[in-house]
Nanobody, 114 residues
């Protein structure tokens, strides 16, 4: 059974940093491209970062480029999102997803507020 479990969210002050993790089980993680999405209050899900199966290719939305970094450890079946210079506009539920499949985690809440 496919499972994606996100963690690492929380409350952080503007300008702060967080690192999200997503542990994957039930599918060949090292053969799968992965993505991070977020859903701000009252909005739809937004694709913010993607990474290829080997971690050699990445892509970012303009809203996070230069502040966020997606990474993966195939030995640990884990996807990461390092988030820096956070602003209140980054407040959202963050989800990981297996590319080309409707495999989603339940999300982790990130709140940026002073």
């Amino acid at each position: 059974q496919v499972q994606l479990v996100e963690s690492g969210g929380g409350l952080v002050q503007p300008g702060g940093s967080l690192r999200l993790s997503c542990v994957a089980t039930g599918f060949p993680f090292r053969e799968s491209g992965m993505s991070w999405y977020r859903q701000r209050p009252g909005e739809g899900r937004e694709l913010i970062a993607q990474i290829g199966d080997l971690g050699m290719t990445t892509d970012y939305s303009d809203s996070v480029k230069g502040r966020f970094r997606i990474a993966r450890n195939n030995g640990l079946n884990t996807l990461y999102l390092e988030m820096n210079s956070l602003t209140p506009e980054d407040t959202a539920v963050y989800f990981c997803k297996r590319n080309n499949y409707q495999h989603w985690g339940r999300g982790t809440q990130v709140t940026v507020s002073s």
